[in-house]
């Protein structure tokens, strides 16, 4: 696992775990919790899934990518999420006065998948684009100054 995918792993767990107010999932390991909040069940299967709204899916993806960003550079983003009345989830990672990344999820069904490694490779490339858009900002800002 190379250290963006550990830190996203650790940071999805953590917050699954911070919601978890009355220790049902306490039992879990990181590897299970992850797999009954993101993955699709399959039809065999009788374990009940961790119940989430799909904002909820998006944020935080979105909160382990941001604390990704905060780690790599001392910045403090935030993540702000809606949901509109077609069920799409319109994000933005914040930090400042900068929008450093924001897009619209039509399909928020999306961030439920079929095994872990698509979870961690969405969320590699996520972050990927988040890095890379704060390192084009801060060029350009620089350059102005």
Request: aromatic share 12%; proline share 3%.
């Amino acid at each position: 696992m190379n250290e963006i995918r550990a830190d996203y792993n650790k940071y999805l767990v953590l917050q699954l775990r911070a919601i978890d107010s009355h220790g049902a999932w306490k039992g879990l390991s990181d590897e299970e919790l992850l797999q009954r909040a993101y993955l699709v069940p399959s039809a065999e299967e009788e374990k009940k899934p961790i119940p989430l709204m799909p904002e909820q899916f998006v944020r935080f993806q979105l909160q382990a990518s941001a604390q990704i960003l905060e780690q790599e550079t001392g910045l403090i983003p935030f993540v702000v999420c809606e949901t509109g009345c077609d069920g799409s989830v319109k994000a933005f990672v914040i930090s400042g006065k900068i929008v450093i990344f924001q897009k619209v999820f039509y399909n928020t069904g999306d961030f439920r998948y079929r095994n872990i490694e698509k979870l961690f490779t969405k969320g590699e490339k996520v972050t990927e684009k988040i890095l890379e858009n704060y390192k084009s900002i801060s060029e350009v800002t620089q350059s102005l100054f």
